[in-house]
């Protein structure tokens, strides 16, 4: 079936970085585009960041450019989110998205990971 | 950015009852809107996408409606597995924003 698979959870110090992986199945990677999402503990969605696996571009939230890096290995149909510079304040729930840009979604998030805990602290 | 605000944050009502919430976006995003559920401890449920459209296997109890800047999302009679959080979400153009939720809780 169709899914993503994500990495397990990850504890981090302020001022490492954390990369956490994506894995699709049950579907051809290169023809939607994956997008990254936070969840702070008991707080609302955030939005970070978006990649075409097949072209390569990417793009993000303003608030993390320059600490931010998304990246893809097509051989094994994977997307990677990096996050640097980490802050206590980056304790979250970190999920990826599949988004279908150019079919009948219009651009939903409709398969989702299983999601990722974050957790900074020293 | 466009903003993407719900109301209300928070809502009480019994098994059966009809409920609806509202989403507003800052600037037309004209049917760019999708609506998500979401249960403790899970990630995001898309129920409909582009404002009106159903999700595959999603219940028809759900209806969603709007277009330009205001949408509403409808349950028609609450089933117990409907308590949870919903967001809306805009896909008009990046940033993705997300409406802060709505809490919809057993009363």
């Known amino acids: 079936q169709v899914q993503l698979v994500q990495s397990g959870a990850e504890v981090k110090k302020p001022g490492a970085s954390v990369k956490v992986s994506c894995k699709a199945s049950?579907?051809?990677?290169?023809?939607?585009?994956i997008n990254w999402v936070r969840q702070a503990t008991g707080q609302g969605l955030e939005w970070m960041g978006w990649?075409?696996?097949?072209?390569?571009?990417?793009g993000c939230a303003q608030k993390f450019q320059g600490r931010f890096t998304i990246t893809r290995n097509t051989s094994i149909s994977t997307a990677y989110m990096e996050l640097s510079s980490l802050r206590s304040d980056d304790t979250a729930v970190y999920y990826c998205?599949?988004?279908?840009?150019?079919?009948?979604?219009?651009?939903?998030?409709?398969?989702w990971g299983q999601g990722t805990l974050v957790t900074v602290s020293s | 950015d466009i903003q993407m605000t719900q109301s209300p944050s928070s809502l009480s009502a019994s098994v059966g009852d009809r409920v609806t919430i509202t989403c507003r976006a800052s600037?037309?995003?004209?049917?760019?809107l999708n609506w998500y559920q979401q249960k403790p401890g899970k990630a995001p449920k898309l129920l409909i996408y582009?404002?009106?459209s159903l999700q595959s296997g999603v219940p028809s109890r759900f209806s969603g409606s709007g277009s330009g800047t205001d949408f509403t999302l409808t349950i028609s009679s609450l089933q117990p597995e409907d308590f949870a959080t919903y967001y809306c979400?805009?896909?008009?153009?990046?940033?993705?924003?997300f409406g802060q939720g709505t809490k919809l809780e057993i009363k």
């Open positions: 998205a599949r988004v279908d840009i150019a079919g009948p979604t219009e651009g939903a998030f409709d398969i």
């Open positions: 049950g579907y051809t990677f290169t023809s939607y585009d």
């Open positions: 990649m075409n696996p097949n072209s390569g571009n990417t």
């Open positions: 600037q037309s995003i004209s049917s760019y």
């Open positions: 582009a404002a009106s």
């Open positions: 979400q805009q896909s008009y153009s990046t940033p993705r924003g």
